[in-house]
């Protein structure tokens, strides 16, 4: 008879056998059973996910500290180390709340503003060039006083790739310098202030922000929530600069920042998470002068009529995002609200549309775009269509109108890992899409990315030559918006034709019939929309 209750967490998460030992255990304990006469109760604290033993070493993967050998001694009951911890190239944890893509890096947090009461481990990770690296967040609570949990939104300085900065949702504004902590931001310096319903805003454990984003300017501006200044800007010489509006004072659930084409600032309020608090969302006109406030506009939406006049009752608003004709969509929970002349938010007769999909049955009626699902994230590609996260119904990648579901990827038809989505990013230049679950990220090589200008530089396709075993698509890059593409043989006949997505066109290496081409040279022929612009290139079929 054995106890597994001796086990730190009181059960076990992984057993294995490995010729007469059993092996139960989970992120802290482990029962070693050596034969059937003895169990060991050890206490690892390790993290431990999986254990295996081969020649004497036990092999732990460790949620935190990667891959390490073992000795177990038996007098002192412990596990010894035998090696260095192996780090794999991959993020620290599957932990990807938010992300941000900017100058060509990924850059992903762990946390939120705990509206659950589920508390990460403090975590930022950035992926560069095909490497991960995990920012320090070793020693960060003994040097603040402060624990380090929940970061909420993470950036790069644009002017040094090695200087970001990370929100929190209770300590405050981390600085770090070549990844390491340099600073922590919080209340009594003149920058930030604590949440005002606490210990009259003194309490340094309760500095929530958000939201971070760079003007055209470098002004770092963010979200300090709970508080009389709810928008914040640090300026590039180190002073602060605060925006007081009555109208949104000491609410707690702002989260995200756009800035749209105009300059104005956008932000969603989440969800109704008190008296104080209301799901929608405030846009501020600071006519583009951070140091006056006399001449802003501000406005706070927590009520809207749709495009036929009729109220729109949401229960919370998630995100925010500015396609690239400047119409904004908001994501929440009954499903997407667009705003297709945001320069009327100001105005009385302000609206939403909620896109109407016909059934196409006969019955003459349409049912309002994804209204049963909750919109987590959207993010804009290169084509201008919408991708969009839910929360327990996968990804849509819609048309750039909202009309057609041009792919509906979920945890049971694809190798999505969840079909809780959390955040979702894309590389502009080559089309990739992060898309970030309640499992770990995935990424998704898209068809689409942001057109050049004009065609200044030769398009690129590839892979070329296209050797025989090869059925994937051929991709042509380097494209304008909407290029006219056309494909033909060196005797310039027809072989297919199309329009790029965005910077992007693909051929799947087939004909108008369907029918995989012969060996031989094709020609790539594009032209801008209006057929005042045109390139060529080559591509070489081997069969």
């Given at each position: 008879?054995?106890?597994?209750?001796?086990?730190?967490?009181?059960?076990?998460?992984?057993?294995?056998?490995?010729?007469?030992?059993?092996?139960?255990?989970?992120?802290?304990?482990?029962?070693?059973?050596?034969?059937?006469?003895k169990c060991h109760y050890?206490?690892?604290?390790?993290?431990?996910?999986?254990?295996?033993?081969?020649?004497?070493?036990?092999?732990?993967?460790?949620?935190?500290?990667?891959?390490?050998?073992?000795?177990?001694?038996?007098?002192?009951?412990q596990f010894l180390s035998?090696?260095?911890?192996?780090?794999?190239?991959?993020?620290?944890?599957?932990?990807?709340?938010?992300?941000?893509?900017?100058?060509?890096?990924?850059?992903?947090?762990?946390?939120?503003?705990?509206?659950?009461?589920?508390?990460?481990?403090?975590?930022?990770?950035?992926?560069?060039?095909?490497?991960?690296?995990?920012?320090?967040?070793?020693?960060?609570?003994?040097?603040?006083?402060?624990?380090?949990?929940?970061?909420?939104?993470?950036?790069?300085?644009?002017?040094?790739?090695?200087?970001?900065?990370?929100?929190?949702?209770?300590?405050?504004?981390?600085?770090?310098?070549?990844?390491?902590?340099?600073?922590?931001?919080?209340?009594?310096?003149?920058?930030?202030?604590?949440?005002?319903?606490?210990?009259?805003?003194?309490?340094?454990?309760?500095?929530?922000?958000?939201?971070?984003?760079?003007?055209?300017?470098?002004?770092?501006?963010?979200?300090?929530?709970?508080?009389?200044?709810?928008?914040?800007?640090?300026?590039?010489?180190?002073?602060?600069?605060?925006?007081?509006?009555?109208?949104?004072?000491?609410?707690?659930?702002?989260?995200?920042?756009?800035?749209?084409?105009?300059?104005?600032?956008?932000?969603?309020?989440?969800?109704?998470?008190?008296?104080?608090?209301?799901?929608?969302?405030?846009?501020?006109?600071?006519?583009?002068?951070?140091?006056?406030?006399?001449?802003?506009?501000?406005?706070?939406?927590?009520?809207?009529?749709?495009?036929?006049?009729?109220?729109?009752?949401?229960?919370?608003?998630?995100?925010?995002?500015?396609?690239?004709?400047?119409?904004?969509?908001?994501?929440?929970?009954?499903?997407?609200?667009?705003?297709?002349?945001?320069?009327?938010?100001?105005?009385?007769?302000?609206?939403?549309?909620?896109?109407?999909?016909?059934?196409?049955?006969?019955?003459?009626?349409?049912?309002?775009?994804?209204?049963?699902?909750?919109?987590?994230?959207?993010?804009?590609?290169?084509?201008?269509?919408?991708?969009?996260?839910t929360r327990g119904n996968?990804?849509?990648?819609?048309?750039?109108?909202?009309?057609?579901?041009?792919?509906?990827?979920?945890?049971?038809?694809?190798?999505?890992?969840?079909?809780?989505?959390?955040?979702?990013?894309?590389?502009?230049?080559?089309?990739?899409?992060?898309?970030?679950?309640?499992?770990?990220?995935?990424?998704?090589?898209?068809?689409?990315?942001?057109?050049?200008?004009?065609?200044?530089?030769?398009?690129?396709?590839?892979?070329?030559?296209?050797?025989?075993?090869?059925?994937?698509?051929?991709?042509?890059?380097?494209?304008?918006?909407?290029?006219?593409?056309?494909?033909?043989?060196?005797?310039?006949?027809?072989?297919?034709?199309?329009?790029?997505?965005?910077?992007?066109?693909?051929?799947?290496?087939?004909?108008?019939?369907?029918?995989?081409?012969?060996?031989?040279?094709?020609?790539?022929?594009?032209?801008?929309?209006?057929?005042?612009?045109?390139?060529?290139?080559?591509?070489?079929?081997?069969?």
């Open positions: 008879n054995y106890n597994y209750s001796l086990l730190k967490e009181g059960a076990y998460s992984f057993m294995y056998v490995y010729g007469d030992k059993l092996l139960a255990g989970n992120d802290t304990s482990l029962a070693l059973f050596d034969g059937i006469d050890i206490d690892h604290g390790l993290g431990m996910k999986h254990l295996s033993f081969n020649n004497g070493i036990y092999w732990a993967s460790c949620s935190e500290k990667g891959l390490v050998g073992l000795k177990y001694n038996e007098s002192s009951n035998t090696s260095s911890y192996i780090i794999p190239n991959s993020p620290k944890r599957n932990l990807f709340h938010h992300m941000n893509f900017q100058d060509n890096t990924l850059l992903a947090v762990g946390g939120s503003l705990n509206y659950s009461g589920v508390v990460n481990p403090g975590t930022f990770m950035i992926f560069r060039d095909g490497e991960w690296i995990n920012v320090q967040e070793e020693g960060i609570k003994d040097i603040t006083g402060r624990e380090y949990k929940n970061l909420t939104s993470a950036i790069q300085d644009p002017t040094d790739s090695r200087h970001h900065f990370a929100s929190s949702a209770r300590q405050g504004l981390y600085e770090y310098k070549d990844y390491k902590f340099f600073k922590l931001h919080s209340i009594g310096e003149g920058g930030l202030e604590g949440i005002e319903k606490i210990s009259n805003g003194m309490n340094p454990n309760y500095v929530s922000t958000n939201g971070l984003i760079y003007d055209d300017d470098n002004n770092l501006w963010m979200v300090n929530n709970g508080t009389s200044n709810t928008i914040k800007v640090l300026k590039p010489d180190g002073k602060w600069v605060y925006f007081n509006n009555p109208d949104i004072k000491a609410i707690e659930t702002f989260e995200y920042i756009i800035f749209d084409q105009r300059g104005w600032l956008w932000v969603n309020s989440m969800w109704n998470n008190g008296s104080n608090d209301f799901p929608g969302f405030y846009c501020l006109d600071y006519n583009r002068t951070i140091d006056n406030v006399s001449d802003d506009r501000s406005i706070f939406l927590k009520s809207f009529v749709n495009q036929d006049g009729t109220s729109v009752k949401i229960g919370y608003c998630y995100c925010l995002a500015e396609d690239k004709n400047g119409v904004i969509w908001v994501g929440t929970d009954k499903g997407p609200l667009v705003i297709n002349n945001p320069s009327k938010v100001f105005d009385p007769d302000f609206y939403v549309t909620q896109i109407k999909v016909p059934r196409n049955d006969g019955t003459n009626l349409a049912d309002y775009l994804l209204a049963n699902d909750a919109i987590i994230t959207i993010c804009i590609d290169g084509a201008n269509r919408k991708w969009i996260g996968g990804v849509y990648l819609l048309s750039e109108d909202g009309m057609e579901t041009v792919q509906h990827f979920t945890a049971e038809n694809s190798p999505l890992l969840s079909n809780i989505i959390q955040s979702i990013v894309i590389d502009p230049t080559s089309g990739e899409v992060y898309i970030g679950t309640s499992k770990g990220l995935n990424i998704y090589q898209s068809d689409a990315t942001e057109a050049e200008d004009n065609f200044s530089d030769a398009p690129y396709a590839y892979p070329n030559p296209v050797r025989p075993d090869y059925t994937g698509v051929i991709t042509v890059t380097g494209l304008v918006k909407d290029s006219d593409v056309k494909i033909t043989n060196t005797a310039g006949k027809l072989i297919h034709s199309g329009t790029s997505n965005g910077g992007i066109f693909t051929w799947n290496g087939r004909n108008t019939e369907g029918k995989r081409v012969p060996s031989g040279i094709y020609f790539v022929l594009a032209a801008d929309k209006d057929g005042k612009q045109g390139i060529a290139t080559k591509i070489l079929m081997i069969k």
